[in-house]
Antibody
């Protein structure tokens, strides 16, 4: 069974850093491109970042480019999102998602999400 | 950036009715559009990819169509579990973008 489990969220003050993790199981992690997507409270979905199979290339939304860094450890079946200089507007549930090219490159599996709250 | 517009934001139906949701792209995205369903407290669930292909396990009452800039998701007969928020998403160009969502309510 495919599983994606995010962790690392919490309540932090503006300006600090946080690292999210996504533990993957039930599939060959290194064979899939991965994404981070977030959802602010009561709002829609916002794509944040992409990482290729081996870790390069990566892509970012303008809203996080230069502040967030996506990475992966295929040996550990894990995806990461390093978030620096956090802002109040980064408050959201953060999801990792798997990209499946047999499903047209759509995101066929999602984790349950981890909540990041940025507040003073 | 390609903007996806889903309107209206909320649609009201009764169980058993037919629902058609709209998604309009700010420029042509070929057939590179997917639809997701999201229920409260849950992650999104992939319904449709490449405009009209159903994801694994998706019931036959869900269908998608369209091309270029205008797309629709149709639920032929609404079941109680179909009341949720629906998002379209394009992968034609970076950044990947989602529509603002349409809530299907009773």
């Amino acid at each position: 069974e495919v599983q994606l489990v995010e962790s690392g969220g919490g309540l932090v003050q503006p300006g600090v850093s946080l690292r999210l993790s996504c533990a993957a199981s039930g599939f060959t992690f290194s064979s899939y491109e991965m994404m981070w997507v977030r959802q602010a409270p009561g709002k829609g979905l916002e794509w944040l970042s992409y990482i290729a199979y081996s870790g390069s290339p990566t892509m970012y939304a303008d809203s996080v480019n230069g502040r967030f860094t996506i990475s992966r450890d295929n040996a550990e079946n894990s995806l990461y999102l390093q978030m620096n200089s956090l802002r109040v507007e980064d408050t959201a549930v953060y999801y990792c998602a798997r990209r499946e090219w047999l499903a047209g490159g759509a995101f066929d599996y999602w984790g349950q999400g981890t909540l990041v709250t940025v507040s003073s | 950036e390609i903007v996806l517009t889903q309107s209206p934001a909320t649609l009201s139906f009764s169980p058993g009715e037919r629902a058609t949701l709209s998604c309009r792209a700010s420029q042509s995205i070929d057939n590179q559009l997917a639809w997701y369903q999201q229920k409260p407290g849950q992650p999104p669930r992939l319904l449709i990819y490449d405009v009209s292909n159903k994801a694994t396990g998706i019931p036959a009452r869900f269908s998608g169509r369209g091309s270029g800039t205008d797309f629709t998701l149709t639920i032929s007969t609404l079941e109680p579990e179909d009341f949720a928020v629906y998002y379209c998403q394009q992968r034609y160009s970076w950044p990947i973008t989602f529509g603002g969502g349409t809530k299907v309510e009773i």
